[in-house]
């Protein structure tokens, strides 16, 4: 059986940022998703024996590219692509809603998904399978999704309304459902907890909330994530299921209709618990 020559893994920065790397392994290329700190990253590519051929960003925030500046000044012509929609210092490739990019250097072609809520001009990178002759792996479909959507969770809304990140999370839920989930944050079991409150009855979350305490408990990542466990534990996806609709509306003090006001009332209520 053909084997891929993509491999993906995850720097870690800060507190609880990622950096993802998806690497040619036979070309010794690689691209960067969302790198805030250049530092990290120039040591791991060194370390590896890797060329930087470009980086996605997803939305403006520092700690999501705070290292532009660093890496253009470290590589000459680094290829830098990002939302049109935001202003950000470094960008070389605006993207825009749907529009196709096809990375040669990892042999991956990305469709352009505009996800406001978190920021304005959020975007996310989907692609139906990682290089051209992908491993059971890497055939599934990916999706490189910023602070859109977490394990458990989704982003604050800092410059969108709750429609705008509602309907970003239901065009997320559309996906083909062995998606995986690439989030920025390790926020997976303070999220978790939260969801807990939310949805108690939940028989797959308490399970996997038992999954994600032993492996943070080993000080192992969370992530990447699939899209259809989020859909069974992530509340966040779930505004449509009654135990969901009926805590959001006893939190909100009257009868919430499922869908935007029960996202709305549970986005609320995550923000102050």
């Known amino acids: 059986m053909t084997q891929s020559n993509i491999d993906v893994q995850a720097i870690p920065i800060f507190n609880d940022n990622y950096i993802w790397i998806i690497i040619n392994v036979n070309a010794k290329t690689c691209v960067a998703v969302d790198p805030g700190d250049a530092a990290p990253l120039i040591a791991f590519l060194e370390s590896q024996k890797l060329t930087l051929e470009a980086v996605l960003i997803t939305h403006h925030h520092q700690d999501h590219t705070g290292g532009l500046d660093q890496l253009h000044k470290q590589i000459s012509n680094l290829n830098v692509y990002g939302p049109e929609l935001e202003s950000i210092q470094g960008v070389t490739h605006p993207l825009e809603d749907q529009q196709v990019v096809k990375l040669a250097a990892i042999e991956t072609v990305f469709t352009i998904m505009h996800t406001p809520g978190h920021t304005a001009g959020h ?34 809304l800092f410059e969108g309304t709750p429609a705008q990140m509602y309907s970003s ?105």
């Open 123 to 156: 975007i996310c990178y989907y692609a139906e399978h990682l290089g051209e002759s992908p491993s059971s792996d890497q055939q599934k479909p990916w999706l490189f999704c910023g602070d859109t959507l977490f394990s458990g969770g989704c982003g604050r």
């Open 169 to 273: 999370l239901q065009r997320i839920s559309g996906l083909p459902k062995n998606t995986n989930i690439c989030c920025t944050h390790e926020y997976t079991l303070a999220n978790l907890r939260f969801a807990n409150l939310v949805d108690e009855s939940n028989s797959s979350l308490k399970n996997y909330i038992t999954k994600v305490e032993n492996l943070r408990r080993d000080d192992q990542m969370s992530l990447p994530s699939n899209l259809a466990l989020e859909l069974e534990i992530n509340p966040f996806l779930r505004a449509n299921k009654p135990a969901l609709i009926a805590a959001a509306s006893r939190f909100k003090g009257e009868k919430l209709e499922a869908g935007v006001d029960t996202f709305a009332a549970l986005r609320a209520w995550k923000d102050v618990s």
